[in-house]
């Protein structure tokens, strides 16, 4: 029932930033997760739909910002200050539950966007 679509990843030195966008087929509450080549799926960051509120991992705080736009149904993963560490695939997830504690884990999610690769060179 959901469909998320994902863009904006890319190849990016030490330092600098992207912008990953997921557009999807609704409103709801949503999270940022990735995988690097042969790791497991981690969670990057969480943000609930109305209110705006967000959550992100010690990892990223500081350098990635979780957002939205309720008029395109869009959430976005601002990526600054990379490091070559951020290299994976990042995948945006959505809950079609409504939740009181964003969820930092993979099963938490009953969709997911098709991946983005984001490479951060040294």
């Known amino acids: 029932q959901v469909q998320l679509v994902e863009s904006g990843g890319g190849l990016v030195q030490a330092g600098g930033s992207l912008r990953l966008s997921c557009a999807a087929s609704?409103?709801?509450?949503m999270g940022w997760f990735r995988q690097a080549p042969g790791k497991g799926r981690e969670f990057v960051a969480a943000?609930?739909?109305?209110?705006?509120?967000?959550y992100s991992a010690d990892s990223v705080k500081g350098r990635f910002t979780i957002s939205r736009d309720n008029a395109k149904n869009t959430v976005y993963l601002q990526m600054n200050s990379l490091k070559p560490e951020d290299t994976a695939v990042y995948y945006c997830?959505?809950?079609?539950?409504?939740?009181?504690?964003?969820?930092?884990?993979?099963?938490?999610?009953?969709?997911w966007g098709q991946g983005t690769q984001v490479t951060v060179s040294s």
């Open positions: 997830a959505a809950t079609t539950r409504r939740t009181v504690v964003l969820g930092t884990r993979v099963g938490e999610y009953d969709a």
């Open positions: 609704g409103r709801y509450d």
């Open positions: 943000i609930n739909w109305r209110a705006g509120t967000t």
